[in-house]
């Protein structure tokens, strides 16, 4: 379901108005140390990552954004707290796009001039209010997705008597409830594109199972235009899994699918290092073919034959499956080898129709 908001641009990225929902990740390095920052990014675009936030905390930071700017190809957001000087700056520097708490930025007239600069360079703020970091006027407000969409709207009205309409709106909470009632009511009473994500979600498995649970519910009923899902790893994760959250919700196609049993007594063949290896060697491929592997001949044949290529597993070996038939019969010494060289063949066959058309 296409989101119906307001379009927002984004260097070369349009969000809201019905795009499809955009990926964001944000870099854990030094901002200042560009080396390490454009690497870190390049890495991101490699995966898919289609817009970047750095931190600016500090005017090294500041300096480095051309500098990050001249060698990335993903539209770059400056995220800043508490020092308006720091945005404006950042804008002049060149920021596609800022992200800022009003709240800890002070007082409204700081706000303000935020504001003018951003319309003076025709980009996009994004208003961010955190749980973490609610205005000290809401700290008595016992529900909290209701304070997250309060002090939102407060700023989205400051906004607006400045004549300034080029807003994303955030509403993050920590927790998977207030955040989905928060940013049900925030869609339900603005159409500015919206940023989703659980803030500080935790480490990859737990922050994947908050993400996936609370933007999936959000997305699912057509809330959201872009998206960052917050871990506690390596950002090329987050990027992998908003993909993969989309993509599981029809929503995008990010690259294959692989469908595999979760094995039990009846397993055959060494269904887990298979699809380990597997996903590991897709990890780059976005050609969105579907790979099963099965690990007995209860449910195996029938998903082996459902997906492009797909294995089975028998007595001390596999039956590999292609387009819905049987190939032949592989041994559990080698299969994730037999396996990714039939897949790698698939792909390049895709990719040469691909080519001719
Ligand atoms: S496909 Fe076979 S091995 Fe895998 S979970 Fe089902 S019954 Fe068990």
């Not at 994004?126 to 749980?131: A, D, E, K, L, Y």
Request: aromatic residues 4%.
């Amino acid at each position: 379901m296409a989101s119906n908001t307001r379009k927002v641009r984004i260097g070369d990225v349009e969000i809201g108005g019905g795009n499809p929902v955009a990926v964001q990740s944000m870099t854990n390095s030094k901002t200042e140390n560009i080396k390490e920052t454009v690497a870190q990014i390049k890495e991101l675009e490699e995966v898919g990552c289609e817009i970047v936030r750095v931190a600016v905390p500090n005017r090294k930071a500041i300096a480095a954004i051309p500098k990050i700017k001249k060698n990335i190809k993903i539209p770059l957001i400056a995220d800043i707290h508490f020092h308006w000087e720091y945005a404006v700056e950042a804008i002049e520097a060149g920021a596609d796009k800022i992200r800022i708490n009003p709240g800890n930025i002070g007082k409204l007239d700081l706000v303000a001039k935020v504001i003018e600069k951003a319309k003076e360079k025709d980009i996009a703020v994004r208003i961010g209010v955190n749980s973490g970091s609610l205005h000290p006027k809401y700290s008595k407000e016992k529900d909290i997705a209701k304070a997250l969409v309060k002090s939102c709207i407060e700023y989205v009205n400051f906004c607006e008597k400045l004549k300034f309409k080029n807003l994303v709106l955030s509403v993050k909470s920590s927790s998977v409830i207030d955040s989905i009632n928060a940013y049900r009511m925030l869609a339900s009473e603005t159409n500015y594109p919206l940023h989703l994500g659980i803030t500080e979600s935790g480490s990859l498995m737990s922050g994947t199972i908050k993400s996936s649970v609370g933007l999936g519910v959000l997305l699912a009923s057509g809330i959201g235009d872009t998206i960052r899902v917050s871990l506690s790893a390596d950002p090329v994760h987050e990027v992998h899994v908003a993909f993969q959250i989309l993509q599981a919700l029809g929503l995008r196609s990010y690259g294959p699918e692989i469908i595999s049993c979760p094995t039990c007594g009846r397993c055959d063949i060494d269904v887990i290092p298979v699809v380990e290896e597997i996903e590991k060697q897709l990890m780059k491929v976005r050609v969105p073919i579907k790979v099963a592997v099965m690990g007995c001949v209860v449910n195996g044949p029938g998903e082996a034959r459902e997906a492009d290529i797909g294995v089975a597993g028998g007595k001390k070996e596999g039956v590999l499956f292609k387009g819905g038939k049987a190939l032949r019969r592989i041994s559990t010494s080698n299969m994730a080898e037999e396996l990714m060289a039939e897949i790698k063949k698939l792909i390049e066959d895709i990719e040469k129709t691909k080519e001719k058309e």
